[in-house]
């Protein structure tokens, strides 16, 4: 079994920083593709980032592109979200994910990933 476990979510004002944890269980987490996704309130869950497993390629939703940096450290078992110059529109319950199997489908759906873990609130004031 893989659990994962979200940590850094709170609030700020819009223009501020956060920075998010994920760790997750499991001895082969260097093998596991990782994605961080959100939802807001009465919203579907959206993607948000993704990184490879040796974390030489990331990819990005078009919404946060330039304002948020996925990174991973496999040594500590930890993915990272560093959400810079945040909007009110960012407000959500954070996710991070894990596809263990390397599964033929595209990496910003949901059906991807394998295990989530409970979720971070970001919130964002004007």
């Known amino acids: 079994q893989v659990r994962l476990v979200e940590s850094g979510g709170g609030l700020v004002q819009a223009g501020g920083s956060l920075r998010l944890s994920c760790t997750a269980s499991?001895?082969?987490?260097?093998?596991?593709?990782l994605g961080w996704f959100r939802q807001a309130p009465g919203k579907e869950r959206e993607f948000v980032a993704a990184?490879?497993?040796?974390?030489?390629?990331?990819y990005y939703a078009d919404s946060i592109k330039g304002r948020f940096t996925i990174s991973r450290d496999n040594v500590k078992n930890m993915v990272y979200l560093q959400m810079n110059s945040l909007k009110p529109e960012d407000t959500a319950v954070y996710y991070c994910?894990?596809?263990?199997?390397?599964?033929?489908?595209?990496?910003?759906?949901?059906?991807?990933?394998?295990?989530w873990g409970q979720g971070t609130q970001v919130t964002v004031s004007s």
């Open positions: 990184i490879s497993r040796s974390g030489d390629s990331t």
């Open positions: 499991g001895r082969t987490f260097s093998t596991f593709f």
């Open positions: 994910a894990a596809d263990i199997t390397s599964r033929r489908t595209t990496i910003t759906g949901a059906s991807k990933y394998d295990y």
